[in-house]
């Protein structure tokens, strides 16, 4: 096991909803990252997260919005769900000294309705 | 053209044989490459990065061709738990400062049958 955990497993929204998704970074990751994974596609990046702040950014809108907490773990928040935002969200943390190397959580996979 | 592509699959072999996957890459300043192993319903996992020397282990074997943008991921001797989805994965300088964001493949699904 990587030792990244994600909450909750499984979600169902309905559109329009808010939805915020949490990650615990493994012991001694300062960076998470996060990626939406529709159905038979690869991961697509939204953004990272270095020592709290925004690190980059993917081609998602702002309603995806982030925070890192001093223990360096995460949220994922999403406003105004859309039904084309059912995916499995993928948390990923590393370490700077470890150059890219991300250790995956086991995902939230979430349904909007 | 997109950034990382990979064999659309998918890849049905027997127990026992051999299959390559292929990757290309376009952005020509990439600088680090990984393949992910990805099983149904689970969050993918480091399989090994490549260098550009190749490198090997056990049945894997994974190389780079930075001339031809070119990855490619070997496995001997395939088992049934080889059975995944495989990720091409490739680093681009991302738009904050020095950052590198991971650019995925779609995956290449291999069956191994027995």
């Known amino acids: 096991e990587t030792g990244v955990t994600q909450s909750p497993t499984h979600l169902i929204k309905t559109r329009g909803q808010q939805v915020t998704l949490r990650c615990s970074s493994q012991s001694g990751h300062n960076t998470v990252s996060w990626y939406q994974q529709a159905l038979g596609q690869g991961p697509q990046f939204i953004f990272q997260?270095?020592?709290?702040?925004?690190?980059g950014r993917g081609n998602f809108p702002p309603r995806f919005s982030g925070l890192q907490f001093p223990n360096y773990s995460s949220e994922l928040n999403v406003n105004a769900l859309e039904l084309d935002d059912s995916a499995l969200y993928l948390c990923a943390s590393s370490s700077t000294g470890q150059g890219e190397t991300q250790y995956f959580g086991p995902g939230t996979r979430l349904l909007v309705l | 053209r997109k950034e990382v592509e990979q064999d659309p699959g998918p890849f049905n072999v027997p127990e026992g044989a051999t299959v390559a996957f292929n990757c290309t890459y376009s952005n020509s300043a990439s600088q680090s490459f990984f393949w992910y192993r990805q099983d149904c319903r689970k969050e993918p996992k480091l399989l090994m990065s490549v260098y550009s020397s190749g490198n090997e282990d056990g049945r894997f074997t994974a190389q780079l061709n930075r001339a031809s943008q070119y990855i490619s991921l070997l496995i001997r001797d395939s088992k049934l738990s080889d059975s995944a989805t495989y990720l091409c994965?490739?680093?681009?300088?991302?738009?904050?400062?020095?950052?590198?964001?991971?650019?995925w493949g779609l995956g290449t699904s291999l069956a191994v049958n027995p």
């Open positions: 997260y270095y020592r709290e702040e925004e690190n």
């Open positions: 994965v490739v680093t681009a300088r991302g738009n904050a400062g020095n950052n590198r964001k991971l650019i």
